[in-house]
T-cell receptor
Framework: RKEVEQDPGPFNVPEGATVAFNCTYS??????FFWYRQDCRKEPKLLMS???SGNEDGRFTAQLNRASQYISLLIRDSKLSDSATYLC??????????FGKGNQVVVIP | EPEVTQTPSHQVTQMGQEVILRCVPI?????FYWYRQILGQKVEFLVS????????KSEIFDDQFSVERPDGSNFTLKIRSTKLEDSAMYFC?????????????FGDGTRLSIL
């Protein structure tokens, strides 16, 4: 099983709609997770940290299911500026991050 | 907001040459990292560095690669005898502390093109 798996999409979302996607991870010992946002050919930028069952920040909600080893991200009221790739990230080993391939979101006017 | 800064933004080098990529981590951070992203692929871990020594490295980080913190602010990645497959975006990152609970903050990357 890969360290972090994501369905790359793309996820075409009408402006104002809600989109959600999951990622799965293999390391059951991981205690915290992260969602990063990456725009085309740019650096990953931290969107949210997920330490317990979930976290909410404005229109973004992340949830963690330890039993099934998956993390989800939900974006409400999608904006055109939300178009990006969302990277699911889990810590492994000493202190390295393992990245998924990302979920590409395209918000359509 | 403090940032990780990287130079140069783009480096073009002939195959077989050596390159040095530079990073200035966030000033109060103690842990430093290099990652790379080949075009169209996922971000891959290369190496982590703490207290002037490597704390973890991936299979990618072989003898061709080295890291150094030559002074109190810079953190460098040296790639010797570059190959075509070294072409990628190289990201430096830093974190306040180690451990899975600490997010890492990324610089805006150096695009390395090997000809």
């Amino acid at each position: 099983r890969k360290e972090v798996e994501q369905d790359p999409g793309p996820f075409n979302v009408p402006e104002g709609a809600t989109v959600a996607f999951n990622c799965t991870y293999s390391n059951s010992a991981s205690q915290s997770f992260f969602w990063y946002r990456q725009d085309c050919r740019k650096e990953p930028k931290l969107l949210m940290s997920v330490y317990s069952s979930g976290n909410e920040d404005g229109r973004f909600t992340a949830q963690l299911n330890r039993a099934s080893q998956y993390i989800s991200l939900l974006i409400r009221d999608s904006k055109l500026s939300d178009s990006a790739t969302y990277l699911c990230v889990a810590p492994y080993g000493n202190n390295r991050l393992a990245f998924g391939k990302g979920n590409q979101v395209v918000v359509i006017p | 907001e403090p940032e990780v800064t990287q130079t140069p933004s783009h480096q073009v080098t002939q195959m077989g040459q050596e390159v040095i990529l530079r990073c200035v981590p966030i000033s109060n951070h103690l842990y430093f990292y290099w990652y790379r992203q080949i075009l169209g692929q996922k971000v891959e871990f290369l190496v982590s560095f703490y207290n002037n020594e490597i704390s973890e490295k991936s299979e990618i980080f072989d003898d061709q690669f080295s890291v150094e913190r030559p002074d109190g602010s810079n953190f460098t990645l040296k790639i010797r005898s570059t190959k075509l497959e070294d072409s990628a975006m190289y990201f430096c990152a830093s974190s306040e502390d180690r451990g899975g609970g600490q997010p890492q903050h990324f610089g805006d990357g150096t695009r390395l093109s090997i000809l």
